[in-house]
């Protein structure tokens, strides 16, 4: 009897290349899947194999460990194949740029993809990143960030999604404070059209980019009102929060997009601090539901997806 393959195992690009062989045994069909490197951690599958089989669409969404320097081989080897399309997590989102027929306006802005649609054998490239980080900001604090004033941590991929939307839902103010504080700079460089409005609060600029230094952190947070984590500090357990409970104060809510089922260091910190917050899920959660109403045209089960995680 042929052993049934299940989604729990991970394909490669020897496996990609070698497809119809590969995934002969698969069922329903795999047309979907996340590339990374790592990616056996990804919750995208439990995710998006819950809404295929509640909406009763016959294909499986699988994991794919493709490392950095495969990209460029594995996507055209995709666009001959039947699939829908797929995600990308690290480390390719900014790669992929340079590899696929065309980008939509989200892509673009934010120079990351994180979903592929594959249509008539083009790759066209988007991100659901920022729209999910919007959504998640309004689930977990019934705020809009229209009305924010943000500070943001971090100036890569992540960063620049959450920044972007920030800019575009003409938010209060932005703060972007990084490791490399050049990187921080440039970003608010780039969204500086976005901030030249009227609405300045104080003696604070409506558009500020900050050395990650305690002095200058610790004088932010009194002008802020949500915080989000769009580094990696804390995806290992045994890092420290990447803001001290020391220097965050009750009035800030804070939003982690490192996703977790435990307490992560920043959220631990927040709620030390008597702050509200909320981890990477729910933006996990709404980027995927938007990815998958850009694969099938139809409106994502959100219960039953969220249910999944
Ligand atoms: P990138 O590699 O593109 O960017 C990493 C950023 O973190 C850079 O700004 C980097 O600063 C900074 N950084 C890295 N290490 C440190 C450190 N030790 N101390 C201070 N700053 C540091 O990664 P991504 O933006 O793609 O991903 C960042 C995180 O976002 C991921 O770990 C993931 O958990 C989360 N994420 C969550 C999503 C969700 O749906 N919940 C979706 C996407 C990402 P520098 O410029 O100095 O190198």
Redesign the pocket.
């Known amino acids: 009897m042929k052993k049934k393959r299940t989604t729990t195992e991970r394909y490669t690009l020897a496996d990609l290349e070698n497809w119809r062989e590969a995934a002969r045994d698969a069922q329903p069909p795999i047309r979907l899947g996340v590339f990374g490197d790592p990616v056996s951690h990804s919750l995208s599958p439990q995710m998006q194999n819950a809404a295929l089989k509640h909406c009763k669409i016959d294909v499986q969404y699988a994991r794919f460990h493709i490392r950095a320097n495969e990209l460029r081989s594995a996507l055209p080897v995709l666009a001959g194949l039947d699939f829908v399309g797929v995600n990308l997590?690290?480390?390719h989102?900014?790669a992929a740029v340079n590899h696929i027929d065309d980008i939509d306006e989200s892509a673009r802005r934010v120079g990351?993809v994180?979903t592929i649609k594959i249509d008539d054998g083009k790759l066209r490239g988007s991100n659901t990143?920022g729209r999910?980080?919007s959504r998640a900001i309004r689930e977990e604090f019934s705020v809009d960030l229209r009305d924010m004033r943000v500070m943001v941590?971090?100036?890569?991929?992540?960063?620049?999604?959450v920044a972007m939307q920030c800019a575009k839902e003409s938010c209060e103010r932005l703060v972007i404070v990084?490791?490399?504080f050049e990187?921080a700079k440039e970003l608010a460089t780039e969204l500086q059209d976005f901030f030249t409005g009227p609405k300045v609060f104080g003696p604070v600029p409506r558009l500020q980019a900050v050395p990650?230094e305690e002095a200058s952190i610790r004088f932010q947070i009194g002008n802020v009102d949500l915080i989000v984590n769009?580094?990696?500090?804390g995806?290992n357990r045994a890092d420290a929060s990447?803001i001290p409970a020391r220097l965050l104060a009750p009035h800030v809510m804070i939003y982690d997009?490192?996703?977790s089922d435990k307490r992560t260091p920043f959220v631990a910190a927040a709620i030390e601090a008597g702050a509200r917050a909320a981890n990477?899920?729910s933006?996990?959660l709404h980027?995927g539901a938007l990815a998958f109403e850009i694969w099938f045209e139809r409106e994502a089960p959100l219960d039953v997806m969220r249910e999944a995680l």
């Open positions: 997590t690290v480390p989102k900014i990351a994180n990143d999910g980080f941590l971090g100036a890569g991929g992540a960063a620049r999604a990084n490791r490399t990187k990650w769009a580094t990696p500090v995806l990447p997009t490192i996703y990477g899920l933006m996990l980027q």
